[in-house]
């Protein structure tokens, strides 16, 4: 089993940024890849963006390309993304996901966290 927790969502004016964390623990070398997903009221879960075991791959959504940046730190099973130039359309849900493959379609993913609200005002 893996377990993830999410955080470092919050409230923030468009434009500003945010950095979220995945805390990773359990069955650590299970893991070749970390995802993130967001989920906006009413509106299907979506990609935003992944990165493999060794931090060597990455992938984003192209609504987020150049503004925000995924990387990960080993050493302390940790997984960020860094959100720059935020807009009101990036309020969602955001949740990080643990899995064989890095990928942004959820069927990669076998383990999801519980997810961290992020708010962005106009």
């Known amino acids: 089993q893996v377990r993830l927790v999410e955080s470092g969502g919050g409230l923030v004016q468009a434009g500003g940024s945010l950095r979220l964390s995945c805390a990773a623990s359990?069955?650590?070398?299970?893991?070749?890849?970390i995802g993130w997903f967001r989920q906006a009221p009413g509106k299907e879960r979506e990609g935003v963006s992944c990165i493999s075991s060794s931090g060597g791959g990455t992938n984003y959504a192209d609504s987020v390309k150049g503004r925000f940046t995924i990387s990960r730190d080993n050493a302390k099973n940790t997984v960020y993304l860094q959100m720059n130039s935020l807009k009101p359309e990036d309020t969602a849900v955001y949740y990080c996901?643990?899995?064989?493959?890095?990928?942004?379609?959820?069927?990669?993913?076998?383990?999801w966290g519980q997810g961290t609200q992020v708010t962005v005002s106009s």
């Open positions: 996901a643990a899995g064989g493959l890095p990928s942004i379609l959820e069927y990669e993913y076998d383990y």
């Open positions: 359990g069955r650590i070398s299970s893991i070749n890849a």
